[in-house]
C-alpha cells in the first residue's frame, strides 16, 4: 500500500466486506480462524483488483499522451500549412 489513506480504505473495506459476510451467513460461527481465512482471501482479491487498476491507469495514461501528441502533430502541421 502507497499512502495512509490507501491502508484505510482498504480496512474499512475489508471490515465492512466481512461483516456482511457473516452476517449473512448466521450459521457460521465467527471465529478468529475464520476471520483470518476471510481477511486472507480478501487482502489476495484487494491486491489483484489493485493491480488490474493500476494497470488501466497506465494503458489510460499511454492512450491520453499520445492523443495529445496525434493533436498537436495535426496543430503543427495546419500552422505549418498557414504560413508556407
Known amino acids: 500500500m502507497s ?6 480504505d482498504y480496512e474499512d ?7 456482511e459476510y457473516f452476517k449473512a451467513r448466521p450459521s457460521i ?8 481465512l476471510f ?17 488501466l491507469d497506465r494503458k489510460l495514461n ?3 499522451d499520445m492523443l495529445n501528441a496525434r493533436e498537436k502533430g495535426y496543430l503543427l502541421a495546419e500552422w505549418a500549412s ?3
Open 62 to 64: 499511454q492512450a491520453i
Open 82 to 84: 498557414d504560413y508556407a
Open 29 to 36: 460461527v465467527r471465529t478468529s480462524e475464520l476471520e483470518q
Open 13 to 19: 473495506a475489508r471490515n465492512k466486506a466481512m461483516g
Open 3 to 8: 499512502s495512509e489513506q490507501d491502508i484505510i
Open 39 to 55: 481477511m486472507s482471501g480478501f487482502r489476495m482479491a484487494w491486491y489483484e483488483s489493485r493491480g488490474r487498476v493500476i494497470d
